[in-house]
């Protein structure tokens, strides 16, 4: 099975800091990494598909990188709604798996 | 659009059966490009995929419950269904259903999630 690590477990950051958040990959994925983004009580929301591409609709300050086993999303400059938890997924083989959640929080 | 809804009950006991229902709007269950899947997230915890099924009937399921899940469908009513037997405390938690795209392994959208409690 294909460990995902994130890191950090969680951040505090400012409205209009650049953050990054890594996912590391247990083995190689190529680009079958995904991110989402999950508010307390609610479902968690697509941000970003095959490690880069972004979901319609999500601002353009998100972005994504990487391929192999290294992977990072970027937020640009933080917006208050940005303020959540950030999942990586990997979907290069079953069982996928997510990594434990990078928690953003306002400094 | 295509929408997800989770049904079910959010009490059972242990030792019973979990059954959960994913009725899906906007779109066909029978769609070729995508998989319709199950993940699930105990309370403070992080999310794992428990199984999917395609549009040709197969399924695939996380080995960690592979003895004890089941999923199905049923084309006529365009929902897709999670059995998970024997539940016990460490089965607690918000069940999602999602569709899944195909090669890409994306879900999107996901269901509202439904808050499953095991105990007696």
């Known amino acids: 099975d294909i460990q995902m690590t994130q890191s950090p477990s969680s951040l505090s950051a400012s409205v209009g800091d650049r953050v990054t958040v890594t996912c590391r990959a247990s083995?190689?994925?190529?680009?079958?990494l995904n991110w989402y983004q999950q508010k307390p009580g609610k479902a968690p929301k697509p941000l970003i598909y095959?490690?880069?591409s972004l979901q319609n609709g999500v601002p353009s300050r998100f972005s994504g990188s990487g391929s192999g086993t290294d992977f990072t999303l970027t937020i640009s400059s933080l917006q208050p709604e940005d303020f959540a938890t950030y999942y990586c997924?990997?979907?290069?083989?079953?069982?996928?798996?997510f990594g434990q959640g990078t928690k953003l929080e306002i400094k | 659009q295509v929408q997800l809804q989770e049904s079910g009950p959010g009490l059972v006991k242990p030792s019973q059966t979990l059954s959960l229902t994913c009725t899906v709007s906007?779109?066909?269950?029978?769609?070729?490009?995508?998989?319709w899947g199950w993940i699930r997230q105990p309370a403070g915890k992080g999310l794992e995929w428990i199984g999917h099924?395609?549009?040709?009937?197969?399924?695939k399921y996380n080995p960690s419950l592979k003895s004890r899940v089941s999923i199905s469908r049923d084309t006529s009513k365009n929902e897709f269904s999670l059995k998970l037997t024997s539940v016990t405390a460490a089965d607690t938690a918000v069940y999602y259903c999602?569709?899944?795209?195909?090669?890409?392994?994306?879900?999107?959208?996901w269901g509202q999630g439904t808050l499953v409690t095991v105990s007696s």
């Open positions: 095959a490690a880069s």
């Open positions: 999602a569709r899944c795209m195909m090669w890409i392994g994306w879900f999107d959208p």
């Open positions: 906007g779109g066909s269950i029978t769609n070729g490009s995508y998989y």
């Open positions: 099924i395609y549009t040709s009937g197969g399924t």
């Open positions: 997924q990997q979907s290069y083989s079953t069982p996928y798996s």
């Open positions: 083995q190689t994925i190529n680009t079958y």
